[in-house]
């Protein structure tokens, strides 16, 4: 069973920065891919950033130039650096694991970090 556990949230005023990490148990981590999502006051859930297991990373238009995802496979660690935050960043962050099977995609979730930014 994989447990994901993210951490670093916190409140901080617009244009800081904080680093967001999530620890992955189990030994799917290295052959994974896996992402960063928000969820909103909408209530809508929407991808952050995204890297492959080989590294490859996708963002969020939004986010593009400000974050930035990261990932230690000897570790099982993925991280999202986030730098020159704003109020429209506030949000649950959420972990996400993807163990690809012939069948299809097992998604693992972790419980979430809150980020708040204030004006």
């Known amino acids: 069973q994989v447990q994901l556990v993210e951490s670093g949230g916190d409140l901080v005023q617009a244009g800081n920065s904080l680093r967001l990490s999530c620890v992955a148990s189990g030994n799917i981590f290295s052959r994974s891919s896996a992402g960063w999502y928000r969820h909103t006051l909408g209530n809508q859930r929407d991808v952050v950033a995204t890297?492959?297991?080989?590294?490859?990373?996708t963002y969020a238009e939004s986010v593009k130039g400000r974050f930035t995802i990261s990932r230690d496979n000897a570790k099982n660690t993925v991280a999202l650096e986030m730098n020159s935050l704003k109020p429209e960043d506030t949000a649950r962050y959420y972990c996400q694991l993807n163990e690809s099977f012939n069948w299809g995609i097992r998604h693992y979730w972790g419980q979430g970090t809150q980020v708040t930014v204030s004006s």
């Open positions: 890297i492959t297991s080989t590294g490859t990373t």
